[in-house]
């Protein structure tokens, strides 16, 4: 409050206490009528990117460091040494399966609790 004239900054739903005395709301997104929205095109279009790239980059990655030294050699002109290609390589094929196993978590959880609706 600035000197007693009110609210300096209005509070969004979001923001109020919840009814139960919680210290949050549970608020979720729908129409007027109560019935969820469904993701725009852009949306969708970008779940499913999410799901190509590291699924593409695991799949071109080749399996020898040499290749891949070669490749990023060629590709930018900067040379790798094949144990520094090793390293690269493996980080590249952890990133890949935890981005993958993190889209796949939230899609289970998404139809767990579609089922339980």
Same mark, same amino acid.
């Given at each position: 409050?600035?000197?007693?004239?009110?609210?300096?900054? &209005?509070?969004?739903?979001?923001?109020?206490?919840?009814?139960?005395? &919680?210290?949050?709301?549970?608020?979720?997104?729908?129409?007027?009528?109560?019935?969820?929205?469904?993701?725009?095109?852009?949306?969708?279009?970008?779940?499913?990117?999410?799901?190509?790239?590291?699924?593409?980059?695991?799949?071109?990655?080749?399996?020898?460091?040499?290749? /891949?030294?070669?490749?990023? $050699?060629?590709?930018?002109?900067?040379? /790798? &040494?094949?144990?520094?290609?090793?390293?690269?390589?493996?980080? /590249?094929?952890?990133?890949?399966? $935890?981005?993958? &196993?993190?889209? $796949?978590?939230?899609?289970?959880?998404?139809?767990?609790?579609?089922?339980?609706?």
């Amino acid at each position: 409050m600035r000197f007693g004239e009110g609210q300096l900054v &209005s509070t969004h739903r979001c923001c109020e206490a919840a009814p139960n005395g &919680s210290d949050c709301a549970i608020i979720k997104a729908g129409t007027s009528d109560g019935v969820p929205q469904r993701p725009g095109f852009a949306r969708r279009c970008l779940d499913i990117a999410g799901w190509m790239a590291p699924g593409v980059i695991l799949a071109l990655v080749p399996k020898c460091p040499a290749c /891949l030294a070669a490749y990023i $050699a060629l590709g930018t002109g900067i040379g /790798l &040494s094949v144990s520094t290609a090793a390293y690269l390589r493996m980080l /590249l094929v952890i990133l890949c399966v $935890a981005s993958l &196993s993190y889209l $796949a978590v939230g899609r289970v959880r998404h139809f767990v609790a579609r089922v339980k609706r």
